[in-house]
């Protein structure tokens, strides 16, 4: 069993920061891309953040230079750091990591439970 469990939501104001956490457990042999994607009400889920095994990073246009996506391998987390928090941010974000059981079983896509992110006065 694998899970992916996020930490870090909550209500900010405009301006502010927070960080997420997202740390993957269960029987891994290895991970790939782990990345951050966000789900605003009324519309479509969307990429925010996705970081490679190598750390390569891509980012929604619409969060560059507020957010940065970082992970540790050591641990299987992978973190989201925003900063400049606006309204527009505001949406349940959701951890996900390819993953692989052993060197020819895998790849699979799993996804955290979700964490709320509320930015507002």
């Known amino acids: 069993q694998v899970q992916l469990v996020e930490s870090g939501g909550g209500l900010v104001q405009p301006g502010g920061s927070l960080r997420l956490s997202c740390a993957a457990s269960?029987?891994?042999?290895?991970?790939?891309?782990m990345g951050w994607y966000r789900r605003a009400p009324g519309k479509e889920r969307e990429l925010v953040a996705v970081?490679?095994?190598?750390?390569?990073?891509n980012y929604a246009d619409s969060v560059v230079g507020r957010f940065t996506i970082s992970r540790d391998n050591a641990k299987n987390t992978v973190y989201l750091q925003m900063n400049n928090l606006k309204p527009e941010d505001t949406a349940v974000y959701y951890c996900?990591?390819?993953?692989?059981?052993?060197?020819?079983?895998?790849?699979?896509?799993?996804w955290g439970q979700g964490t709320q992110v509320t930015v507002s006065s």
């Open positions: 970081s490679t095994s190598r750390g390569s990073t």
């Open positions: 269960g029987t891994i042999f290895s991970i790939g891309p």
């Open positions: 996900n990591a390819v993953l692989w059981y052993s060197d020819y079983i895998g790849p699979f896509d799993y």
